[in-house]
């Protein structure tokens, strides 16, 4: 195992104990931000990117914290199978962790919340309006634009000589701030296989009170359209970077 793939899965719990966090806060009952609106869910987990990224890259990790994120960077040369294969166990793993977290961080708020589909919320993503292929388009183009500008952002032109070589994790903050608040209504933006299915396998299994469904039937659409959004800005990038 790569001793990166411990920055990955320290990094992914930290974005999801945080992320998710900013959901249950908003959310749950009785809680003190309850009701503060989608503005806070997306400044909540902008920072929480940024967050688990500084944590992963401190301990050596490119800080992905994202499968997508992680195959696209196979297909552009930057990693290789077998470490990409470590990392998106970590991160996995690591989302389960921080799901986990938020689930006994909150452990008062569950139960005086009988709203299943808030619970479920504060764990993985649903759609506004259910309908598959929309849903899925949904989340490959906001996985696309946040893997192309991601690439944008490390770039050398855009990087130039400037000593501030540690603002990469801030402005990828930033964007998937952007991300949320441009894209995100129909889908929840996901934009990454482990932040979703990672919590929805948490909240399967641990016995949050007035849980409700799981909603397994949506679950690979944030999955496989953060994969195809993902590749298909790799492909991009790859053509016109040079």
Not at 87 to 108: E, P, S
Not at 211 to 240: E, R
Request: charge should be neutral; aromatic fraction near 8%.
């Amino acid at each position: 195992m790569p001793s990166s793939a411990l920055g990955e899965f320290l990094g992914t719990a930290v974005l999801i104990l945080l992320g998710n966090g900013v959901v249950a806060g908003v959310l749950l009952e009785e809680s003190k931000s309850k009701g503060a609106g989608w503005i806070v869910i997306t400044a909540g987990w902008a920072l929480a990117v940024l967050s688990g990224v500084l944590v992963a890259t401190s301990l050596g990790a490119p800080g992905e914290l994202n499968p997508a994120g992680t195959l696209a960077n196979v297909l552009l040369g930057s990693r290789t199978t077998a470490d990409a294969a470590w990392h998106i166990g970590a991160q996995f793993a690591g989302a389960i962790v921080g799901a986990t977290l938020v689930w006994l961080h909150y452990l008062n708020h569950w139960p005086v919340t009988k709203d299943a589909g808030a619970i479920h919320a504060c764990f993985c993503t649903g759609p506004a309006i259910r309908s598959t292929v929309p849903n899925l388009l949904s989340e490959a183009i906001g996985t696309f634009v946040l893997i192309l500008v991601a690439n944008a952002i490390g770039s050398k032109l855009v990087a130039g000589a400037s000593p501030a070589t540690n603002l990469g994790p801030a402005l990828v903050g930033a964007l998937v701030w952007g991300i949320g608040l441009s894209l995100g209504g129909p889908t929840g933006y996901a934009i990454n296989p482990a932040r979703d299915l990672g919590p929805r396998i948490a909240h399967a299994i641990l016995p949050i009170a007035n849980k409700g469904y799981n909603d397994w039937g949506y679950s690979w659409i944030p999955v496989v359209g953060p994969v195809m959004g993902a590749l298909a800005a790799a492909l991009l990038w790859k053509a016109v970077s040079g």
